[in-house]
């Protein structure tokens, strides 16, 4: 594996050549290195298992108000020479973008703890073994079970022509399993991504997709309507990737957003406070020009209280950039997870959401598909697997009348989030879907 002074040399070694090719011209090399390993099931079995060494190395230059990138996947010299060649050539075709930035040059920034030599050294061996655990709810129910786990120990850094020199050392792993019942009608799924191997429970992600497969088979109708509806993690992490991806300042102050003017106000309940902190949160503790990322709150209580500034709309602004984030977290709640269902007279539980897409940006409306668990609560239980269904909902709206979050939380899809599950109302499930 490439170590912290390699990767940091060869980043430098190609801003070397930009600057005999052209003296005057910015430059950034953001190098990634990993060691990728996966293991893929299928029918209860096993299908394929295999392992790969990546780098790619990425190469942007500024010409004055002139740039282009170009990446490469090659380390020896001549390679790394016809990189910078090729991405000079293209600057000097290319028109000025008069919102072009400088590059950045050197920063404090302090490691994050994000590399796990447990993770590092889980082999074949100890992947199929973990596997197997996952299968055994499965087998014994006589379900059909699939699904993909990927691990990844690596090294990142980035290097510029103005000074900046960071690297990162990480690994991670995502592991999702899909179980079926035989006669199609029933499907469960879960998922796992962490950093630390003594959290990834292979049993737990197994046997969950088991229950939920078994407990959702020969579904029922219900009609459409707004319902009361408990949101699992992987729920209402989707409804937050959207929030999240409009928290730009420049889309708020020009009126694009649905959190133009809001800034400052009671926006969503005051049971949600969303941070990104790079010493508590697993993400890179840099985004991607070099720029330190600080702690920050975005939604304190309910109150819109932080918005994304890029260093271009922060220098037209007179603002203060906060650099792009890629980690979340939502502060968990004092509720268990039964304790969400207490009082629902008539609702529904929601395990997540596929193929969404935003309707209209303006109220963060979505549509999406429920899938892989979707269940009738009456009177505070979970009573009977019911048919899916599209929905039509904003997200600002949902996260408005939510009144109970989880005091557990999940990662699902992202090491990066900590997400717990969620109560709200009047929750718009608009058509059913025949989908299993």
């Given at each position: 594996m490439i170590t912290e002074p390699q990767i940091l040399a060869l980043g430098k070694s190609v801003l070397a050549v930009v600057k005999s090719l052209e003296p005057k011209a910015e430059a950034a090399v953001a190098v990634w290195a990993t060691h990728r390993a996966h293991t893929r099931f299928a029918r209860n079995e096993i299908t394929t298992s295999g392992e790969i060494d990546e780098l790619s190395v990425s190469l942007s230059v500024q010409l004055g108000l002139r740039s282009a990138s170009a990446n490469s996947n090659q380390t020896d010299a001549a390679s790394l020479r016809g990189l910078v060649?090729?991405?000079?050539?293209?600057?000097?075709?290319?028109?000025?973008?008069?919102?072009?930035?400088?590059?950045?040059?050197?920063?404090?920034?302090?490691?994050?703890?994000?590399?796990?030599?447990?993770?590092?050294?889980?082999?074949?061996?100890?992947?199929?073994?973990?596997?197997?655990?996952?299968?055994?709810?499965?087998?014994?129910?006589?379900?059909?079970?699939?699904?993909?786990?990927?691990?990844?120990d690596g090294m990142t850094a980035l290097v510029t022509s103005a000074g900046a020199s960071l690297a990162q050392p990480f690994t991670d792993a995502d592991f999702s399993v899909t179980a079926r019942t035989k006669d199609g009608t029933g499907s469960g799924w879960s998922t796992l991504s962490t950093r630390q191997r003594a959290l990834l429970d292979f049993a737990a992600v197994g046997r969950i997709a088991a229950e939920k497969a078994i407990a959702s088979a020969r579904p029922k109708t219900l009609e459409p309507g707004r319902y009361t509806v408990v949101l699992e993690p992987a729920a209402v992490g989707e409804l937050f990737e959207y929030f999240t991806s409009s928290l730009d300042r420049r889309a708020v102050d020009e009126g694009r957003s649905a959190f133009s003017g809001k800034l400052g106000q009671k926006l969503v309940s005051e049971l949600i406070t969303l941070t990104s902190d790079p010493r508590t949160t697993p993400m890179l503790p840099w985004d991607g020009e070099g720029l330190a990322l600080a702690p920050r709150t975005w939604v304190n209580a309910g109150v819109l209280e932080s918005l994304a500034v890029s260093r271009y709309w922060a220098k037209q602004q007179k603002l203060e950039p906060t650099g792009s984030y890629t980690g979340f977290e939502l502060a968990p709640g004092q509720s268990s997870r039964a304790q969400l269902l207490t009082g629902i007279k008539r609702g529904v539980l929601v395990t997540r959401f596929w193929y969404s897409n935003v309707v209209d940006p303006k109220t963060l409306a979505i549509t999406a598909l429920t899938r892989d668990g979707t269940f009738l609560i009456e009177d505070g239980v979970v009573t009977t697997p019911i048919k899916n269904f599209r929905i039509n909902q904003s997200v600002i709206d949902a996260l408005a009348k939510v009144d109970a979050v989880s005091s557990d939380r999940e990662s699902p899809g992202s090491s990066a989030w900590k997400i717990p599950a969620m109560r709200t109302h009047e929750f718009l499930l608009a058509s059913q879907s025949e989908a299993v």
């Open positions: 060649e090729r991405t000079l050539a293209i600057a000097r075709l290319s028109p000025e973008l008069p919102e072009t930035m400088p590059v950045l040059g050197p920063s404090k920034v302090a490691k994050s703890a994000l590399r796990d030599d447990a993770l590092s050294r889980l082999d074949a061996k100890g992947r199929a073994e973990g596997i197997t655990q996952a299968l055994a709810p499965s087998r014994e129910k006589d379900l059909l079970t699939a699904g993909f786990l990927q691990v990844w």
